[in-house]
């Protein structure tokens, strides 16, 4: 009995170290154009009237909705109050779920499908950069410094708590925050993540399966002349080839200021931060057409088949010629929006990466993911 009793516990306690561990919220390349969960909720004079306003107010809801998600903020105020006899043109279709209606009220939740080639030209003609590649897994590791010593694990840590609170994404970043668990501090240290220790970065965020590690450093003092509160916050962005450190704000609040709505403050700049500059390194600013010769290795059709299914998912790609077919290998042409550095983006999350080639590139699969840089 006492036997059992342990293996019972090591294996709650194992299902306890990986607790969301697998949580992602990312949308795919498919998805990109799709807003989901639209919430409308309109009254008229009938029931009918209420369900036509109710679907064209969420409608322009899913367009400013999807103009956050592709492009920067300034673009947004510029083209979310189109006409709507313009919007629809942009929209394939809607799908209507949860409907509840009375007399003179309808509420519902919208799905809305937009075309992505009629999206695409639109932000074309009015001169708007977007972006469509959803990023590879972003793992935050918050560190709250107080009295000059890092916080990461320890309890109270209010930074790591705004963090965990941090609502389910939906656009083109996946946001992961560590659960906290036996694992994660096994992992990493506080001071370690203080240091920037790139061999415990990178264990950790291989078991998040993250491709990029961002430590985000809060720092709470009063300022001298008026003694409010202010929240300093700095970001350091791990990835494959660089170290990037920046200055995201100083939140400075009000006498009586709950500490906890300065951190929520603060997780979303470090967020928008994260966010725009994913969009703005892969920003789409012209619908020409680069061709890529690309060489694919493969041991197989059903390899080729594979590794074309994963090429169709990538927006950006609008097209594959097959030039040349054997058992060991592929000879494509990619032709792409944008530039080599979106391709490579745009390959990563699917473990594909490109190796320059006397005749062109060679696309490789990544055996050695995570921060690790492949040779």
């Not at 409308?40 to 909705?65: F, H, M, N, P, Y």
């Not at 320890?154 to 609170?165: G, H, M, S, T, V």
């Not at 600013?285 to 290795?297: A, N």
Request: with cysteine.
């Amino acid at each position: 009995m006492t036997k059992k009793l342990g293996l019972i516990f090591i294996g709650i306690l194992t299902i306890s170290c990986f607790i969301g561990i697998s949580v992602s919220y990312s949308i795919t390349s498919k998805r990109v154009f799709v807003i989901e969960g639209v919430a409308v909720d309109e009254t008229s004079s009938t029931a009918l009237k209420a369900r036509e306003k109710a679907l064209e107010i969420g409608q322009k809801r899913a367009w400013k909705k999807l103009l956050e998600r592709m492009t920067l903020p300034e673009k947004v105020k510029k083209v979310a109050d189109i006409p709507f006899s313009e919007l629809r043109s942009l929209i394939r279709g809607y799908e209507v779920i949860r409907e509840r209606t009375s007399t003179v009220r309808y509420l519902a939740d919208l799905n809305v499908t937009f075309s992505a080639d009629e999206v695409r030209q639109f932000f074309l003609r009015n001169n708007i950069d977007y972006a469509e590649t959803p990023s590879a897994p972003v793992l935050v590791i918050p560190l709250l410094i107080r009295q000059g010593a890092p916080s990461l694990w320890e309890i109270p840590n209010p930074w790591r708590d705004a963090w965990q609170n941090l609502p389910k994404q939906k656009g083109l970043v996946d946001i992961l925050v560590p659960a906290g668990n036996l694992a994660d501090i096994r992992d990493i240290a506080a001071i370690q993540a203080l240091r920037g220790d790139q061999k415990k970065l990178k264990k950790i965020a291989k078991r998040y399966n993250a491709k990029t590690v961002v430590v985000a450093k809060a720092f709470k003092r009063f300022g001298i002349k008026d003694n409010l509160p202010i929240l300093e916050i700095i970001i350091t962005k791990i990835r494959t080839d660089q170290v990037e450190e920046t200055i995201i704000d100083t939140i400075k609040g009000e006498i009586g200021d709950d500490l906890l709505e300065l951190l929520g403050v603060g997780v979303t700049r470090v967020v928008n931060s994260i966010v725009d500059s994913w969009k703005r390194e892969n920003a789409v600013t012209t619908g020409l057409l680069l061709r890529v010769p690309v060489f694919v290795p493969i041991n197989g059709l059903n390899n080729w088949l594979e590794i074309k299914s994963q090429l169709d998912e990538i927006g950006i790609l609008k097209r594959t010629n097959l030039r040349r077919l054997s058992k060991r290998e592929a000879f494509i042409d990619l032709w792409v929006t944008g530039n080599i550095t979106l391709l490579e983006n745009a390959l990563r999350p699917k473990n594909l990466s490109l190796l320059k080639h006397s005749r062109g590139f060679i696309l490789s699969h990544n055996k050695n993911t995570n921060l690790e840089k492949n040779n």
